[in-house]
């Protein structure tokens, strides 16, 4: 089993410079729906655990990850280099995962797209995506963050392997959705309460970028309880800015968010990245997989339904009959 994990962003001064990267990257970006309201329907790869997406970075053909748990929207840095894209006069960003080192790096402009969204004039940090693709056997060379995510709801049909972006205002809350409040850590990562074997919930990182279940660092994985003596442990890779790592993984036999109830759930447990404001965990994008998921960053709530109905001709639906035995 190999994951991958979150994306933190920080100035190179600094954890203390969080505010100040967030403060030169624009805060009202200019993303435009061609109808007004959303965009189609957009196609997943059936069995991938990310929100991975066809899209275009100034003209280009890329596949990209939209992914909650990146603070900004970043591309591949070979990509950026084949484009030319121009660099920007901000300072140089440090790139974090939520473990390993950090990486340096500086931020271009490029024009993002996606059938029926453009956002033009994006800045972005140039990273190596190149290697967290093929560390994971994916090929993405971008990834949409929470900039582009605030403008926008996600809305996720996992159940039928596509996702849609829509305008705040077009949104419409499913009759049976359940809305759980997100709340904000530094740089606006959205955080959701997550109750680990019927102890107190805990907040978690929302990160659809992170195509595991449920990781914890070392520190929140004992409060939890799941490092007690005589707990069974096996090992797994785990992929992040950092490199690929082997992590300790457990079993939670039973976690809540919401009322979705999830059992016998695989946790990964990591060492945060030094000086890194690295979260007590998150909740990846495999814990939501058969649900019907909107993510509202500017309305600070998580929206979990029952899958939507799929209708199909009777002829279509009916299964060959078994041979005979």
Do not use: C
């Not at 840095?77 to 500086?106: F, I, K, M, N």
Request: glycine share 10%; net charge positive.
């Amino acid at each position: 089993m190999t994951s991958r994990r979150g994306l933190l962003l920080l100035a190179a001064a600094g954890g203390a410079a969080l505010f100040l990267v967030r403060d030169r990257l624009p805060r009202d970006l200019d993303v435009r729906f061609a109808n007004g309201r959303a965009t189609p329907w957009l196609p997943l790869a059936p069995g991938r655990n990310l929100v991975e997406i066809d899209a275009t970075v100034s003209g280009r053909p890329v596949r990209a990850v939209v992914d909650t748990g990146a603070q900004f929207t970043a591309v591949d840095r070979v990509l950026a280099e084949s484009l030319d894209l121009p660099r920007t006069l901000a300072a140089p960003v440090l790139a974090y995962g939520v473990s390993g080192g950090p990486t340096l790096t500086h931020t271009v402009t490029l024009d993002v797209g996606v059938p029926g969204l453009h956002a033009p004039g994006l800045r972005a940090p140039a990273l190596d995506l190149a290697a967290l693709s093929a560390a994971t056997g994916r090929e993405f060379q971008l990834l949409i963050g929470r900039d582009v995510l605030r403008e926008a709801v996600l809305e996720i049909d996992f159940a039928r392997d596509r996702m849609r972006f829509l305008s705040p205002g077009a949104y419409r809350l499913p009759f049976d959705g359940q809305v759980i409040p997100l709340k904000q850590r530094s740089g606006g990562a959205p955080t959701v309460p997550v109750s680990i074997e019927g102890r107190p919930p805990i907040d978690l990182l929302l990160d659809t970028g992170a195509s595991g279940w449920v990781a914890l660092s070392e520190a929140a994985a004992r409060d939890a309880g799941l490092l007690a003596p005589g707990r069974p442990v096996t090992r797994a890779q785990s992929v992040s800015l950092g490199g690929v790592r082997l992590d300790r993984v457990v079993e939670a036999r039973q976690l809540a968010i919401g009322h979705l109830a999830l059992r016998h759930v695989p946790v990964q447990i990591y060492a945060p990245a030094i000086h890194a404001p690295a979260p007590a965990g998150l909740v990846g994008a495999s814990a939501l997989q058969g649900m019907h998921v909107a993510v509202d960053l500017a309305g600070r709530r998580l929206i979990l339904a029952a899958p939507t109905l799929m209708i199909v001709p009777e002829q279509s639906a009916r299964r060959p009959s078994s041979p005979a035995q």
